[in-house]
């Protein structure tokens, strides 16, 4: 039988979960992502990616923008440039991660892992 183009192979997988999304996150919940980076076109690129893989995205151009949104937001994880992270520990609650971009977290897939890693170590709130 010739396989036709919109024919599906293999299981049925749009009901699995995929991206930042996982079997036991809350029903309606996106984990929320804080990207603090002065370099406009970095935190495009960081939102587009996150934002694929259904993880909210809360944008801040810069130290004194990321502190103001976290006056407004919680979020459930903050990516921040390494010079940033130092600055950000005053203003973000103790209980929310930090993730500073290294050299080993700049390829999209490395900084994804460690965002998932962070928050599936975290306890739901």
């Known amino acids: 039988m010739p396989h036709h183009p919109e024919q599906r192979r293999g299981p049925d997988r749009r009901s699995g979960s995929r991206g930042g999304r996982r079997d036991d996150d809350r029903?309606?919940?996106?984990?929320?992502?804080?990207?603090?980076?002065?370099?406009?076109?970095?935190?495009l690129q960081c939102?587009?990616?996150l934002?694929?893989?259904r993880f909210a995205v809360a944008p801040a151009?810069?130290?004194?923008?990321?502190?103001?949104?976290?006056?407004?937001?919680?979020p459930d994880v903050v990516?921040?440039?390494?010079?940033?992270?130092?600055?950000?520990?005053?203003?973000?609650?103790?209980?929310?991660?930090?993730?500073?971009?290294?050299?080993?977290?700049l390829?999209?897939?490395a900084l994804i892992s460690e965002i998932r890693r962070v928050l599936r170590g975290r306890r739901p709130r």
Not at 27 to 38: N, Q, S, T
Not at 61 to 69: K, N, P, V, W, Y
Not at 83 to 90: F, G
Not at 91 to 100: G, H, K, R, T
């Open 107 to 109: 390829a999209p897939e």
């Open 79 to 105: 990516v921040a440039r390494l010079a940033d992270i130092d600055a950000l520990r005053l203003a973000v609650p103790s209980d929310v991660p930090l993730i500073p971009l290294t050299d080993e977290l």
């Open 27 to 43: 029903p309606g919940f996106a984990p929320l992502v804080l990207v603090a980076d002065d370099d406009a076109d970095s935190t």
């Open 51 to 53: 934002a694929k893989l």
């Open 47 to 49: 939102e587009a990616i």
């Open 61 to 74: 151009r810069g130290l004194q923008e990321a502190t103001r949104i976290m006056g407004a937001l919680r």
